[in-house]
T-cell receptor, first 114, second 114 residues
Framework: AQKVTQAQTEISVVEKEDVTLDCVYE???????LFWYKQPPSGELVFLIR??????QNEISGRYSWNFQKSTSSFNFTITASQVVDSAVYFC???????????FGQGTELSVKP | NAGVTQTPKFRVLKTGQSMTLLCAQD?????MYWYRQDPGMGLRLIHY???????AKGEVPDGYNVSRLKKQNFLLGLESAAPSQTSVYFC?????????????FGPGTRLTVL
């Protein structure tokens, strides 16, 4: 069965600290896609990044970076120099071949305090 | 473009009442999805559609029905609401093609069943 686990339920940091959100997944597929979404306090879901199973290159976008490691089935998300506006719930998700359904982790609520 | 919209934004029902949630999109999405979000459980798939006139069950389909008579609309129905259906409901859509395409989410509907 496919599964996504985000073991960190809540994380609290002070502004400018670096923070890493963990994501571990399970799948039997050899081709799969992983996603991160952000849900700010306003409630909408915002797509952040997609990564396919054949591309293990790390990705950096401004203060955000993602580390994909197939050997440990992990797709971790790091925010460098966090800001108050980063406060949100972050979801990691795995795309299912059947219909492209997303299997979500439980989410990690990040609180960045000034 | 409005993107993915949901109607209504909020609703309070009494146990046993029925209602329909409407999802509309103007992004030419072939695939559409209904998820529910509950605290500590991430988002779970209720039903989905891979094209006009098609529907399929997701992870938690009991108590819900769906219809996709037109490509741009995906309706979620509750025939006899129960308190366990109190949740935030999200509709999403994505383009046809591989399951690597990201899903675009609507703003959500907060439903309370008393």
């Amino acid at each position: 069965a496919q599964k996504v686990t985000q073991a960190q339920t809540e994380i609290s940091v002070v502004e400018k600290e670096d923070v890493t959100l963990d994501c571990v997944y399970e799948t039997r597929d050899t081709t799969y896609y992983l996603f991160w979404y952000k849900q700010p306090p306003s409630g909408e879901l915002v797509f952040l990044i997609r990564r396919n199973s054949f591309d293990e290159q790390n990705e950096i976008s401004g203060r955000y970076s993602w580390n994909f490691q197939k050997s440990t089935s992990s797709f971790n998300f790091t925010i460098t120099a966090s800001q108050v506006v980063d406060s949100a719930v972050y979801f990691c998700a795995l795309s299912d071949r059947q219909g492209g359904k997303l299997i979500f982790g439980q989410g990690t609520e990040l609180s960045v305090k000034p | 473009n409005a993107g993915v919209t949901q109607t209504p934004k909020f609703r309070v029902l009494k146990t046993g009442q029925s209602m329909t949630l409407l999802c509309a999109q103007d992004m030419n999405h072939e695939y559409m999805y209904w998820y529910r979000q509950d605290p500590g459980m991430g988002l779970r798939l209720i039903h989905y559609s891979v094209g006009e006139g098609t529907t399929a069950k997701g992870e938690v389909p009991d108590g819900y029905n769906v219809s996709r008579l037109k490509k741009q609309n995906f309706l979620l129905g509750l025939e006899s609401a129960a308190p366990s259906q109190t949740s935030v409901y999200f509709c999403a859509g994505r383009q046809a093609g591989g399951f690597y395409n990201e899903q675009f989410f609507g703003p959500g509907t907060r439903l309370t069943v008393l």
